[in-house]
């Protein structure tokens, strides 16, 4: 049951399912009606979890990186839009943005601003590359610049420092935002540290888990999936995205994957198998 809303994630994100998103929901709706409440480990950008909110559904989200603090502000009502605002408007002309981006990744977090220039470092990462941090220090810092096209490059559009560009991540931001505290719960936690009070929760729902894939690199927060899941209350129907079928799961292809382009349009990457793992609820 559609509410009429279209949120999508407020940026880019390496691993992000906002292509997916879509077809995962219709899927799970599919198996399980349209009565149950979502959750969402791994999280990520949220891409599963607004497609859910736009089928109104509550969602429990959870991430121990950045954006798990970014869900866990909204869901509270804490996230404050002024001082989002404020941050884009320190912002230079694109041509200058990669450059501050860069230095403000090296300078010590002030975690009064986090989740807000989180947002901003996030939309700038090159390729949507995970940003994290340590302590007081970004991690994980490569951004993009913005770039021109010449007579003979292959690629004939600009690269832009950030995706989206300031004014469409403050609009993204702000229409999660309005309707966050009504549909987000969110937790900034280890998605293991979490397994009790999934478990205890006895209200119907879902679980949903997108982690990091086997056997690929730049992620911050690897963990044994099969731990994970053989943890969880198995009278709850369990789904896994992952780029092979996960063992005793019924594994649905949702894309052969695509290749990717280099800056000046020149395919560079195999493409990523994406596989929906299901394990259906034990009665």
Excluded at 92 to 109: C, F, H, N, T, V
Excluded at 110 to 122: E, I, N, R
Excluded at 213 to 229: A, K, S, V
């Amino acid at each position: 049951m559609f509410n009429g809303l279209d949120l999508v994630p407020p940026c880019s994100y390496q691993g992000g399912k906002q292509r997916l998103a879509l077809q995962i929901a219709e899927i799970i709706e599919d198996r399980e009606g349209e009565d149950f409440l979502f959750y969402d480990l791994c999280c990520g950008s949220g891409a599963v979890s607004l497609e859910m909110i736009n089928r109104n559904h509550n969602v429990i989200m959870v991430d121990k990186g950045p954006f798990g603090a970014v869900w866990e502000k909204i869901g509270k009502g804490e996230f404050n839009l002024e001082i989002l605002k404020s941050e884009i408007d320190k912002l230079p002309d694109r041509e200058y943005m990669g450059e501050y981006l860069r230095k403000l990744s090296e300078q010590a977090i002030d975690f009064d601003l986090y989740v807000y220039q989180y947002l901003l470092l996030q939309a700038g990462a090159f390729g949507g590359k995970q940003i994290w941090n340590v302590g007081d220090k970004w991690c994980n810092n490569t951004f993009r610049n913005y770039w021109k096209p010449t007579e003979t490059s292959n690629r004939k559009s600009p690269v832009n420092p950030m995706i989206p560009m300031p004014d469409t991540l403050y609009s993204r931001v702000s229409d999660i935002v309005e309707y966050g505290t009504k549909y987000i719960t969110a937790y900034h936690k280890d998605v293991l540290d979490m397994v009790d009070i999934i478990n205890n929760d006895n209200r119907e729902k879902v679980i949903y888990i997108d982690p990091p894939y086997m056997n690929t690199t730049g992620y911050f927060n690897n963990f044994d999936i099969y731990e994970l899941i053989n943890r969880l209350d198995k009278r709850n129907p369990i789904y896994v995205s992952e780029g092979i079928i996960l063992d005793n799961a019924d594994g649905i292809i949702l894309s052969n994957g695509r290749k990717k382009g280099n800056i000046s349009g020149n395919v560079k990457k195999n493409p990523v198998v994406e596989i929906l793992n299901y394990f259906e609820k034990q009665v």
